[in-house]
């Protein structure tokens, strides 16, 4: 497996700047290996975004060097490091479903069963459908964690079809 690797200088001031490149690789789904160096599997995608970061940084009064590269040595623990990423943004889908679950529960317990409410909840399944969809797309290892997510995200899209069909039995009585 061919790697990408990002190694790059900030300035110092102003601190955001830094701050910045740090969200951007994380939203990118790459990994440190060290300070300012960053690493993601080899893909176009991947080395299009990091042609644009490092580009960004140069501007910035930075420096950065994209490398293509081979490991020769710790593969294992790269690709370890790369799918714990993955893992910890699957287990955190995963806490947001129980939340959402635990907010239809709240929905039954106080007998809110309006289309408001329901365009609500939707809202915040739809939300849960993309950010999984951004984690899925960077998770070309092929984490373990997706599993569980995918099934916590079935979870909650079983539990809002039924609470749907609450919220239309309810309104259409209402009439």
Request: proline share 3%.
């Amino acid at each position: 497996m061919r790697w990408l690797v990002l190694v790059y200088k900030v300035p110092a001031e102003p601190t955001r700047l830094r701050a910045g490149v740090w969200r951007k690789i994380k939203g990118l789904g790459a990994i440190y290996l060290q300070n300012s160096v960053a690493a993601l599997p080899q893909g176009p995608s991947a080395e299009r975004s990091f042609r644009v970061l490092r580009n960004e940084i140069v501007e910035m009064g930075g420096s950065a060097l994209l490398l293509g590269s081979e490991v020769l040595a710790g593969s294992a623990e790269i690709e370890q490091s790369f799918n714990a990423a993955r893992n910890d943004e699957y287990e955190e889908i995963v806490d947001r479903c129980q939340d959402f679950l635990g907010q239809i529960d709240k929905e039954y317990k106080a007998e809110h069963f309006t289309y408001a409410e329901l365009e609500e909840n939707d809202e915040d399944l739809v939300k849960l459908r993309n950010w999984f969809a951004k984690v899925e797309n960077r998770d070309v290892l092929a984490a373990p964690g997706k599993a569980e997510a995918t099934a916590a995200l079935a979870t909650c899209e079983q539990v809002l079809d039924e609470y749907a069909a609450r919220v239309y039995a309810e309104e259409g009585e209402g009439r």
